[in-house]
């Protein structure tokens, strides 16, 4: 990839995070406001596909973290992999790992690895 698209891949990841943070609020406030308690919390296992140096691992993670709902526990000692608990999670926590692996991680790497 060029650095000409690094400017590009930047402003992408800053929209998908303001677009996933504003999503991701609704559905918190939807689930806290919903009578009987439609979350589902669970720890969620994420092995991390391309982030391998500090910088990308942090960034992964952070971005966890911003985002209503998720937070981000742990980082294996091996660096690859996640701990992730999430509100909306749901029986598998299956939609929470391709989330991070196919759109956020895949974007913080475009940004990263340019």
Do not use: C
């Not at 992408?12 to 589902?40: E, Y």
């Amino acid at each position: 990839m060029s650095y000409v698209l690094w400017p590009w891949n930047l402003l992408v990841l800053g929209t998908a995070f303001s677009r996933d943070l504003v999503v991701s609020s609704l559905q918190v406030a939807r689930t806290v406001l919903a009578p009987g308690g439609i979350s589902q919390p669970r720890f969620v296992s994420v092995p991390l596909k391309a982030a391998r140096t500090d910088l990308e691992i942090t960034m992964v993670a952070n971005y966890i973290t911003l985002t209503p709902g998720t937070l981000t526990v742990d980082v294996s000692s091996d660096r690859s992999t996640l701990l992730v608990h999430s509100l909306l999670a749901g029986e598998t926590g299956d939609d929470v790992r391709a989330d991070i692996q196919e759109g956020i991680e895949r974007r913080v790497m475009r940004v990263t690895r340019p």
